[in-house]
């Protein structure tokens, strides 16, 4: 990071700015920056004189305008970084052009809301005081730059040097006859590919292995093909000379003997049969901690493991090898027990084989990240090569051929001629957006001085506090560069768009020298130009700037606090504007003038959720890629399936996508019907055909309308968004269609993009969804640029834990501003460390680009908390707000996170306002209903709503769920899954310190789906369950129990209570049959076995009778419970699914997990209360139903090899909340009915 000091800036007039060399003027937000730059432009046109120019040349007769010093929009270049922007500007210097030529025809300025328009009016002034000016030529000249105004040399950053590089072709030494692609994924995939067969398939299997055990990206595992490719992009674009030499590569050939050196020393030792017996005893006696993982004695399978490892030794080792080093086994012993530990010399030789692992991990690691650098370069050389030898160029490939061109010394020399012949003056908007490529462009082109030594006029407008695009390559650093090297620079002190209150509050906050943490980094004290009454005028207590202070109890819990409390404030603020008491100017205030600006769009789903509840309309922006989307994933794999209708898994992808919205339940109804799937697959077909003869538009509206997905979309909360997107897709995916024709291109394409969306693609930016009167939920990143009346941004408190997302390749800067990329030297974690302050820095700019959308009124929110885990702390001081709040003894917040209460909370944002503008604080709103807007137009016209009717069928598909509630007659297509009732409203927190968590957990249907998921992925039989935790968590966020972005959890906390909960209960002996869970390997277990069971005449008062003959032995309970059973009698398809059907012993067994909450305490899991539980939920219905199904499976699979009474062993109910090891049979229910039984009831759901 530099160490530069700030520069003091002189204020900008841009009526007497000298309009010559290099400048730089920095534009604070809302300080009018686009009326600067069009008046510098206009002044260009004017030709307006230096002011600095030489006294006694002006009294010779130099004007301050003269025509013949003017020039025309094409001499000046005005560059900025995206289209939109292009557009605005070329608009507005339209509109400042006409302006101007309205004041010279009628002599007097343009009247603007009946006032003469600002720079119109100092114009018309200083003509009017110059009698050396020409009226009637500026006013000609005017006329002609209005006439060519569309010959303006107005564009992107790409566009001008692609232009450049065509007319200059010559001089740059650039082959001009090239297709310009905007994709090169396809190129850079084959490029990885074809480095993968050269560099890895030759390798030795050690490096193989090393590569799968490593990950290069967040959120995959393993280095391959796929993971490679991700990264190529940035790989290839790496510039070598930033990067800092690594430490000499090793020589893998010697890595690999050094390992099987170590690995030949611990073979040597190996005794697999010795050793066994020994671990097996050692257990038997009983020596170890509860806590050890060294039971050998129920399976043999990890000596063999260990054997063929040794035999063969990859870089990837048996777990177990871990656990029997000689340490280890020496930490495991209990105390009493120290002089019985195991002794072997393969204990010993072990760990010698971890520490030289240790070693040779630091040395594969620098031989992978030279690995890593060599892919770069082979990519970087072959992307050149390929697009030549295809006559390709991409946008980027404009910014580096002619920066390229201009380091030669030579061709720099012809173009910068050729550049200051056509244009005469340049002004670059956004200046600070620049990435060290395009600033070496810009500056070589027109920060070189002309053949007479002058300087063209260079004007740089940027702010580096709204430096905020360091992902796509952004670099402050250079802007930093410039602004010391510039003869002239200047700032803009005068707000014009936010109220003086707001504008004192942002001058507080950003006060402190290190409000920005780049020291060079300064906010100057700003002006406010509105100083009047607020054109806002609302009747609550609420000052201007708003911070909402609380108590929370965790991180989580006051997200959830922000959601609630800005949907109850805004519906509060709506409602007093029904009311006549909050208004916008004479208007009344309306869900479009208000704002809620989030960090990612996790919060931003939850407000838009929030403010649904209170009835509050709302409308998403960011500028996300539409690739990163749902409905691109869905209409991905609808176009798949168009394409090969006789695939039946990608129809059934397609199906329940959300474009096309099937339920699993109308699925299965679907398969089962042959003529309906027929149907499915001949419209696709017809889809197919069309998509060949009349192309890809044409097929999709085929589908948009015969689908009805317009209309089923649009039902939904968040319709307009995806139908928005679903449309936006489509478009996209026709505009290839000129270049990729075929399906099989198109698709491939698509793919690709779906995979890895580019997050620089303005044209893929996610659109408005609704242009309608709605509140506004926008990322930061989308808000730059734009102006709301109210702003909220409830979310400054909430950093991130992380700052840097990956660290494989660290960029950061040094004191002199030049950057620097660490792929793995020996100082990488003081790279990090720099690296870290840096994205720090750029956090506190979002917070400035954040607070300054505000035009009237801005809220604020910080939460106390009485006690915040060490990961919630990280995250917190990492959260802007937290740099730049002070105590009044001037401790910083940052400082003492989660240390401060309310009361101090408070002060620290009082202590920021001053006597007329003072800063409100107090808790979020109560709840105060919905808020119903105003219809002044009562006769509109009102959609009928929609509504679902099941068509009749002869035949009903049912599940045990809809019999036990008497609903199979409306049963035409369910889900089979029951996962223990009703979900209650409890949240999910650790468990208080006087109940175990088995009672204290979460109840209801999603706990069940949590649970039944970690049983269904753990391995029973597995000694290592440290690795349980991940499937844990994975489960609870599955199942809506856990934040996907929470960072509350502590590593020994809910996720290692649940484990250890669930170990006892695969541990627990089932009843009197004597094994446990944990005795069954994975090849035992069939998990989640669904069956479809046909009943050709399911009668279930008949089936109800058959429980009642006495000579069949059903618990009086469950034949009470049957008699509450509403009587069917139909034709139907049974679905269900059974939780786990496993063998022990050569018997099968169904067994069911159940978390029902019985009571607090063991006693209340005991048989009678099961049997209760049993009977009230009709759970014997289930299980019958269940033995039935098996019944069937089993005799079409083996037929009369098949016999009941020997090969079943049973039905087990696992009530897990009650089991434990060493509390008996409590939470297992067993019974085997008898095969009578079965026969009988098997008869009355019509079997054979």
């Given amino acids: 990071m530099s160490q530069h000091s700030a520069i003091t800036l002189e204020a900008l007039d841009v009526h007497a700015v000298p309009l010559a060399g290099r400048n730089l003027i920095e534009a604070s937000a809302g300080t009018g920056k686009t009326f600067n730059i069009t008046g510098l432009y206009a002044r260009l046109i004017l030709g307006a004189a230096d002011p600095d120019a030489d006294s006694d040349t002006n009294a010779a007769g130099q004007p301050c305008f003269d025509a013949s010093r003017g020039l025309l929009p094409e001499q000046i270049l005005l560059v900025t970084f995206t289209k939109a922007a292009t557009a605005e500007l070329k608009d507005r210097i339209r509109t400042r052009l006409s302006q101007l030529a309205q004041t010279f025809a009628q002599g007097s300025p343009v009247l603007l809301d009946g006032k003469p328009e600002p720079f119109c009016a100092t114009v018309w002034q200083q003509v009017q005081s110059d009698v050396r000016v020409d009226a009637e030529q500026l006013l000609n000249q005017l006329r002609l730059a209005l006439a060519t105004l569309d010959q303006a040399a107005i564009s992107t950053i790409h566009s001008f040097c692609q232009r450049l590089l065509t007319e200059q072709a010559f001089e740059a030494g650039f082959d001009f006859d090239r297709e310009m692609v905007s994709d090169e994924s396809e190129v850079l995939a084959q490029i990885t590919r074809d480095f993968w067969r050269s560099e890895v398939y030759p390798s030795p299997t050690f490096w193989a292995d090393y590569l799968r055990s490593i990950s290069i990206a967040p959120r995959t595992r393993g280095v391959n093909v796929e993971t490679l490719s991700r990264i190529a992009a940035s790989l290839a674009k790496l510039d070598v000379e930033t990067l800092l030499a690594l430490p000499e590569q090793p020589d893998l050939l010697a890595l690999q003997t050094r390992w099987n050196t170590a690995v030949g020393a611990a073979r040597r030792a190996w005794h697999e049969a010795e050793i066994a017996s020994l671990l097996q005893a050692k257990w038997r006696d009983g020596i170890y901690k509860k806590t050890a993982k060294l039971d050998f004695t129920a399976d043999t399978a990890w000596a063999s493991e260990i054997s063929d490892f040794l035999a063969q030794p990859g870089w990837s080792m048996p777990p177990e090898l871990k656990l029997l080093t000689h340490s280890k086994l020496a930490d495991a012993v209990l105390k009493k027990f120290q002089d019985q530990a195991p002794e072997h010399e393969f204990f010993a030789a072990l760990e010698d084989l971890q520490d030289s692992r240790a070693t040779l991990e630091t040395d594969l690691a620098v031989y992978f990240n030279h690995w890593l650098l060599k892919f770069g ?255 691109a994933q869905g209409l991905l794999a609808l176009l798949k399936a168009v394409n090969e209708p006789a695939n039946e898994p990608q129809l059934r992808r397609a199906l329940v996508s959300g474009v096309m919205g099937y339920s699993v339940a109308q699925l299965i109804e679907l398969q089962n019907d042959d003529a309906a799937w027929l149907a499915q697959i001949e419209m696709l077909q017809a889809l197919r055909d069309e998509w060949r003869k009349a192309g890809f538009m044409a097929m999709f509206r085929s589908w948009l309308v015969g689908s009805q997905a317009p209309a089923r979309l649009l039902s939904f909360d968040d319709g307009e968004r995806s139908l928005t997107n679903l449309l936006h897709v489509a478009e996209l995916i026709q505009n290839e269609t000129r270049s990729r024709p075929s399906p099989a291109l198109l698709l491939a394409w698509l793919e690709r993009q779906v995979a890895e969306p580019n997050a620089q693609a303005e044209a893929q930016q996610m659109r408005l969804e609704s242009d309608a009167d709605r509140v506004k ?472």
């Fill in 377 to 631: 370069a082979y990519a970087r050389e072959q992307l050149v090569l390929r697009k030549a030898q295809a006559g390709q160029m991409s946008f980027d490939d404009s910014l580096t051929l002619l920066a390229s061109a201009l380091r030669d010394e030579t061709r720099a020399s012809n173009l910068i001629a050729k550049v200051h012949a056509k244009y005469r003056a340049a002004l670059v908007d956004e200046f600070q957006d620049t990435d060290p490529t395009q600033f070496l462009i810009i500056d070589t082109l027109f920060g070189t001085p002309t053949a007479d030594g002058d300087v063209l006029p260079f004007f740089m407008v940027g702010d580096p506090k709204q430096a905020i695009y360091a992902f796509r390559g952004a670099d402050v650093y250079a802007y930093l560069g410039a602004r010391e090297a510039a003869k002239g620079q200047y700032s803009i002190d005068t707000n014009y768009r936010s109220d003086a209150p707001i504008i004192s509050f942002v001058n507080r906050l950003f006060a402190p020298e290190t409000a920005f943490v780049e020291a060079q980094i300064q906010h100057p004290t700003i002006k406010a130009n509105q100083c009047g009454a607020s054109k806002c005028q609302i009747a609550d207590d609420r000052a201007a700037v708003h911070a909402f202070v609380w108590q929370a109890s965790k991180k989580d819990a006051a997200e959830k606090d922000c959601y609630r409390g800005v949907a109850n404030e805004i519906a509060g603020l709506l409602k007093l504007a029904q009311q006549g008491q909050a208004n916008l100017g004479a208007r009344p205030l309306a869900p479009g003038d208000m704002a809620v600006l989030v960090s990612n769009h996790h919060q931003a789903a939850q407000v838009r959720r929030a403010l649904a509840q209170v009835g509050v309309p709302s409308v998403s922006q960011s500028r996300d890629n539409v690739f990163a989307s749902s409905e």
């Fill in 777 to 1248: 939920i926008v990322t930061i990143h989308a808000s730059k640029g734009l102006e709301y009346p109210i702003v909220f941004c409830p979310f400054a408190w909430a950093g991130r834990k992380e700052l840097l997302r990956d660290t494989r390749l660290v960029a950061f800067h040094d004191d002199d501003g030049h950057l620097h990329v660490d792929a793995g030297t020996m100082a990488k974690n003081e790279a990090i460390a720099a690296a870290e302050i840096e994205a720090y820095a750029e956090q506190m700019r979002l917070l400035y680009v954040a607070l300054t959308r505000a035009k009237h009124r801005l809220y604020l929110a910080y939460p106390a908390f009485e006690k915040l885990h060490h990961t919630s702390k990280a995250g917190m001081k990492n959260a802007p707000l937290a740099q730049v709040l002070f105590r009044d003894d001037g401790i910083r917040l940052r400082d003492q996170v989660g240390e401060w209460d309310v009361g101090t909370l408070g002060k620290a944002f009082v202590h920021l306002g001053a006597a007329d503008a003072p800063v409100s604080v107090g808790a979020w709103p109560e709840p105060g209903g919905k808020y119903r807007a105003s219809n002044a137009q009562t006769d509109e016209l009102q959609v009928a709503p929609w509504r679902n009717r099941a068509l009749a069928a002869p035949w009903r598909l049912v599940s045990f769920s809809s019999l036990s509630r008497g609903q199979a007659k409306h049963a035409h297509a369910e889900s089979a899954e029951d996962h223990d009732g009703a979900s209650t409203a409890l949240a999910l927190t650790l468990p208080p310190v006087d109940l175990p968590t088995r009672f204290t957990f979460t109840r209801g249907a999603d706990a069940g789906t949590a649970l039944h998921g970690m049983f269904e992925h753990w391995d029973f039989a597995a000694r290592e369950r440290q690795g349980w935790n991940d499937i844990i968590t994975r489960q609870l966020q599955r199942a809506g129990l856990l934040s996907l972005d929470s960072d509350d959890i502590p590593e020994q906390g809910i996720a290692s209570n649940i484990n250890q909960w669930l170990g006892e209960v695969i541990d627990t002996p089932l009843g009197d049959l004597g094994w446990r869970l944990a005795d069954l390997p994975a090849k035992a277990r069939l998990n989640e076995w669904p069956f479809l069971m046909h009943c050709p005449k399911l009668n279930l008062a008949a089936f109800c009778r058959v429980l009642a003959q006495p000579q069949f032995g059903v618990p009086a309970e469950f034949i009470a419970a049957s008699e509450r059973l509403k009587p069917e009698q139909l034709t139907a398809y049974l679905n269900g699914v059974i939780d786990l059907v496993c063998v022990h012993n050569d018997q099968y067994f169904i067994a069911d997990y159940k978390s029902n909450f019985l009571g607090d305490e063991f006693a209340a899991y005991g048989h009678e209360s099961m049997t209760e539980a049993m009977a009230d939920a009709h759970y014997y219905l289930q299980y019958l139903l269940y033995v039935i199904a098996w019944q069937r499976h089993m005799r079409v699979r083996r037929g009369d090899d098949y016999n009941y009474e020997r090969d079943f062993g049973g039905v087990l109910y696992l009530f897990i909340r009650g089991m434990h090891p060493a509390h008996g049979g409590a939470g297992v229910w067993f019974d085997k009915p008898c095969a009578p039984l079965i026969a009988a009831l098997d008869a009355a759901l019509g079997g054979q």
